[in-house]
């Protein structure tokens, strides 16, 4: 039981003590060989492997003294890894199910060290838009304004709807926003599709509704300011109208 508990908390303190590398989407990776040795000539090999949790693991790349590296991985990782004169590890078309650690190791004068980091790949949204908009906004009662979306992102971009320029936020009554977060199959890329409920007061005339993004790969996403044409539920000449109307036909 004592042992047990050792070892879990000795695994807890390196899972949560490494450092992480932040690459981008479809971009060629680097991920550093952390280990600092006086002279290089002593390395006398280094190796590149991954692994994910107790199912996932692999070899990437050897390189003994003297020689080029050699790749060693098999499948995905094949033709998209080599070795930077640094010992870096580069890694081509950088994928959301690279997410793994990637462990350098180094056999140097009788000793061996490691270093790892865990890989996370991001990639900004594609720019907004608002889809599925009202024709109309009726003052005094809620209506289904639109959709914001924001396709193909990761992290998962957060939506914030605006009217001009000011932060909208759920009230539970007169503002209602709603928001569905879908991974889209094959790239794992977050598709967040935000719909804006709202009840429309006589000065809305006129206002501009957007929406931004805030995603840790940029500040500035924000989508096309829409206006809307504000209704009365039930207009006061077409009121009449009727009137006038009802009193012919009696
Ligand atoms: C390493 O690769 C370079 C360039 O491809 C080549 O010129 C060199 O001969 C190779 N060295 C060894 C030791 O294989
Ligand atoms: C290692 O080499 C790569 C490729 O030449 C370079 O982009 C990178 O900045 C270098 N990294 C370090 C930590 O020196
Ligand atoms: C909102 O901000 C943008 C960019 O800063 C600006 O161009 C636009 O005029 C603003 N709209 C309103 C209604 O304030
Ligand atoms: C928002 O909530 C309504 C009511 O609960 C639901 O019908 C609708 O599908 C939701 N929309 C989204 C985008 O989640």
Redesign the pocket.
């Known amino acids: 039981m004592m042992h047990l508990s050792l070892l879990f908390s000795a695994l807890l303190c390196q899972v949560t003590g490494l450092e992480t590398v932040i690459g981008l989407y479809g971009k060629t990776v680097e991920i550093p060989c952390n280990i600092k040795i006086a002279k290089v000539e002593d390395i006398m090999l280094t190796k590149w492997k991954y692994s994910n949790g107790p199912s996932v693991a692999g070899d990437l790349l050897i390189k003994q003294k003297n020689e080029n590296a050699t790749v060693s991985a098999t499948k995905e990782y094949k033709h998209r890894v080599s070795m930077a004169a640094n010992f870096s590890l580069l890694l081509a078309d950088a994928k959301l199910t690279d997410q793994h650690t990637f462990t350098c190791l180094m056999v140097y004068g009788g000793d061996i060290k490691e270093y790892s980091f865990k890989l996370v790949v991001q990639k900004l949204p594609e720019p907004l838009f608002i889809t599925e908009k009202a024709e109309a906004l009726e003052i005094g009662k809620r209506t289904k304004l639109g959709t914001c979306v924001a396709k193909n992102g990761n992290p998962a971009a957060n939506i914030v709807w605006l009217k ?2 000011k932060t909208l936020s759920s009230d539970g009554n007169r503002i209602l926003i709603n928001e569905t977060v879908v991974k889209e199959p094959g790239s794992d890329l977050l598709t967040v599709a935000s719909t804006l409920q709202f009840s429309a007061e006589k000065d809305d005339t006129g206002a ?1 509704f957007s929406c931004r993004a805030e995603h840790p790969q940029g500040r500035d996403l924000v989508s096309p ?1 829409q206006t809307f044409t504000i209704t009365l539920s039930c207009p006061a000449e077409y009121r009449s109208d009727l009137l006038s109307q009802a009193e012919h036909h009696s």
């Open positions: 001009n320029n501009q300011p």
